[in-house]
Nanobody, 122 residues
Framework: QVQLVESGGGLVQAGHSLRLTCIGS????????MAWFRQASGKDRELVAR????????HYGDFVRGRFTISRDNAKNTVYLQMNNLKPEDTAVYYC???????????????WGQGTQVTVSP
């Protein structure tokens, strides 16, 4: 059974950076599209970024505006989210998610991590 574990969240000041890491186990993440979602308190979950299983295609939420970068290292079963120029409105729980093997990145995500809290102070 595939499991995902996120790390790298924390408390930072506005303008600073964080890098989130998602490590998969129990399966080959290299054949699955991967994504980061986030959910702020009282709000719906939203897509932050997604990446194709081959790693050649990425897509970002409109609010990212060039500040975040998703990447993957299939040899390590790991996906990263580099977040720069963080803003207070980026405060949320960030979740890593995996799609089905060989699926398109725009499809459904079937496996989720427990989430990591990111808090950005003014």
């Amino acid at each position: 059974q595939v499991q995902l574990v996120e790390s790298g969240g924390g408390l930072v000041q506005a303008g600073h950076s964080l890098r989130l890491t998602c490590i998969g186990s129990g399966g080959n993440m290299g054949i699955r599209p991967m994504a980061w979602f986030r959910q702020a308190s009282g709000k719906d979950r939203e897509l932050v970024a997604r990446i194709t299983w081959k790693g050649g295609g990425t897509h970002y939420g409109d609010f990212v505006r060039g500040r975040f970068t998703i990447s993957r290292d299939n040899a390590k079963n790991t996906v990263y989210l580099q977040m720069n120029n963080l803003k207070p409105e980026d405060t949320a729980v960030y979740y890593c998610a995996a799609g089905s093997p060989y699926a398109v990145a725009s499809g459904s995500y079937v496996t989720w991590g427990q989430g990591t809290q990111v808090t950005v102070s003014p």
